[in-house]
């Protein structure tokens, strides 16, 4: 039987930096990539068709991504999905932000496309580790661990540190 393929869903201020993100994404075959103009776009379509990831700029319209996540969460309470979340800088207040909203990731931009799809599929594979082994309770916790990611530009918070190179990112 054949895997469904995962649901990526992208939403940023530049067009041309959603789709040079999907066609990069496009690439892996058991991947489903769409691209939203509007957040009000992916709201209408997440109460339809489920999202396994969304990719997302900090600054979406006149909204933030944490918000569009808090109001994806509700919506969508029986439906776990990760989000990556994209910006140019990470300050407390943003951190907090995605904290609040369970955002997974936080990577600083400019970054590579290849190096976003990367995480992108870490962040699809720990969400299927983790399904599976909550319903595997005899299973090793340790395979369920990816290894993160050797990279100044990532805030992971799935960690219990929330700490960046702060010498490449200053907090303003």
Known sequence: MTERKKTVAVLTQSP????IIAMVLDCEEDLN???FG????LKRHARIVPNDLI???FQIGSSTAPKLAI????MNSEKRFSFI?????????IRQACAFANIDEVIVKPMSPLFLRDRVLAQLQLAQNSSSS?????RDEREAKPTMPVSSNIVNFRRESHSINNDRHPEH
């Open 71 to 74: 109001e994806l969460r509700q």
């Open 33 to 35: 990539v769409q691209i």
């Open 38 to 41: 509007r957040a009000e776009l």
């Open 16 to 19: 041309a930096l959603s789709s």
């Open 85 to 93: 979340m994209l910006t140019a800088h990470v300050d407390t207040q």
């Open 55 to 57: 990719v997302c700029d």
């Open 134 to 138: 909550s319903q595997d309770t005899g």
